[in-house]
């Protein structure tokens, strides 16, 4: 990776911002951002906002669902690597016999995630899975057998499409893609064998939103669990089971953990009958998380509220930056006002404090396409050319070719999913420096496209 200038780079000479510095809008912005959507920057005003709940996300995030060792008094949970537990009589164990069914680490971590995604809900469940893809196969495992129909939004992380249509659907699996931005959509494709819809918002990597609690109504009145993927916007903006679903699901390898240190999966679920088949199912096919891997994410959620917000603010002043530039010709990021879904998102989107979050994710497409795109991720020097999100490090993907490459064609285009779209997982580095390399990258491309005409 090249080294970044130490001077601030100005925008693209081509653009309209010629003769202003890109450190100089995003400290605008930035001072634009606070003014107007920060109800709540009086320390006095957050103290009385969070009264309502028992405890705020922070704590939650930093002390839910632990205690300390019961043999050392350890704060951190201790990393179990262990196989098997000698048992004190034939039938008499402590609560775990195998690694492969449950494990000491990694409890503690799904007790960390139920208690972020209910609070003091004792009845919230969760389980973790060694990947995201784990935690949604175990889940259409659990609720799913031949003759049944899944409905599924027709945007969604293409490992999920991929699952729906080369794994279910040989298995006897009926599966339907639905705008499910229109709920009616939703309605119309449920059928009487219809066992599961599954949805992910904001959708990977559109940033198109689907209104909860609409679909759960329609999904409770036809006795239909509705599961909702959640990784983009994590527990701290967004608790799908508040707004009516059935099963939240999480890729904990993103901001969850959130330093491109592990791959992992949660589903969390108020359901004790169907948390109870998921570790049936787990233990069957051995998919559970390695102890490792939980003790790293349960380090990392400790910091997830601040993450979180962090990833949001810089993501905002990186999507206004990228719409007032002369070479894109559109931005998708729930937070800015020209966002077709915008008061949804202002909806949906809260934390505890009552703030609107839109989370990390920048989708946006270049005039030229694809080629231009291309130029651009390939010019980057800060910006990491990576298929991951929601990590300390800014990540930069062309979806059609790495995330979305198993998307049919036609799905993809229908969708949204363009040759020239980019995904930006908008990191924690100074947002004047994300902006700067971006803006250099642009530049690259404005001369690129002037050498070839």
């Known amino acids: 990776m090249s080294a970044?200038?130490?001077?601030?780079?100005?925008?693209?000479?081509?653009?309209?911002?010629?003769?202003?510095?890109?450190?100089?809008?995003?400290?605008?912005?930035?001072?634009?951002?606070?003014?107007?959507?920060?109800?709540t920057a009086n320390p006095t005003a957050r103290v009385s906002a969070a009264k309502g709940s028992s405890r705020g996300v922070a704590t939650v995030a930093i002390r839910g669902g632990r205690t300390p060792d019961a043999t050392t008094g350890a704060i951190l949970t201790p990393i179990c690597q262990s196989t098997t537990y000698v048992q004190a009589a034939v039938g008499k164990h402590k609560g775990h016999t195998y690694s492969r069914a449950s494990n000491p680490t990694v409890e503690a971590l799904e007790l960390a995630l139920a208690a972020l995604e209910c609070r003091e809900d004792r009845e919230c469940r969760a389980t973790c899975y060694a990947t995201g893809m784990a935690a949604i196969t175990t889940l259409c495992l659990a609720t799913l057998k031949a003759g049944d129909h899944v409905v599924l939004s027709n945007v969604l992380y293409g490992g999920t499409v991929r699952l729906a249509t080369e794994i279910l659907e040989p298995l006897?699996?009926?599966?339907?893609?639905?705008?499910?931005?229109?709920?009616?959509?939703?309605?119309?494709?449920?059928?009487?064998d219809t066992k599961l819809v599954f949805i992910e918002t904001p959708a990977n990597p559109t940033l198109v939103l689907t209104d909860i609690s609409a679909i759960a109504s329609i999904t409770r009145a036809k006795g239909v669990r509705l599961a909702v993927d959640n990784t983009f916007l994590t527990p701290v903006v967004l608790r799908p089971l508040e707004r009516g679903a059935d099963v939240s699901v999480y890729s904990t390898t993103k901001y969850i953990e959130g330093h491109n240190a592990t791959v992992g999966g949660s589903i969390v679920t108020r359901d004790p009958l169907l948390d109870e088949r998921l570790r049936r199912i787990r233990k069957t096919i051995g998919c559970i998380q390695a102890p490792f891997e939980a003790w790293l994410t349960l380090r990392g959620l400790k910091t997830l509220p601040l993450r979180i917000r962090e990833h949001s603010r810089s993501a905002q002043i990186v999507a206004e930056w990228l719409a007032d530039h002369s070479l894109v010709a559109n931005v998708s990021y729930p937070g800015l006002h020209r966002f077709p879904q915008r008061e949804l998102a202002l909806r949906q989107h809260r934390d505890d404090t009552g703030s609107c979050c839109h989370g990390g994710i920048v989708s946006f497409e270049l005039i030229g396409g694809e080629p231009a795109g291309r130029t651009l991720m390939e010019s980057v020097r800060l910006c990491s050319l990576a298929e991951n999100l929601g990590a300390a490090e800014t990540l930069i993907t062309h979806p059609v070719s790495m995330t979305h490459g198993d998307v049919p064609r036609r799905q993809r285009e229908a969708t949204g999913i363009t040759d020239g779209l980019v995904r930006l997982s908008v990191g924690l580095e100074d947002v004047r420096d994300i902006i700067d390399d971006l803006s250099q990258a642009l530049d690259t491309v404005a001369r690129t496209v002037a050498s070839r005409a």
């Open 4 to 39: 970044i200038a130490p001077s601030r780079s100005t925008i693209s000479t081509t653009g309209k911002n010629a003769n202003r510095k890109s450190s100089d809008i995003a400290t605008a912005v930035a001072a634009k951002l606070k003014r107007s959507t920060n109800p």
């Open 172 to 192: 006897g699996v009926r599966v339907t893609f639905v705008d499910a931005t229109v709920p009616r959509n939703v309605e119309r494709a449920i059928g009487r």
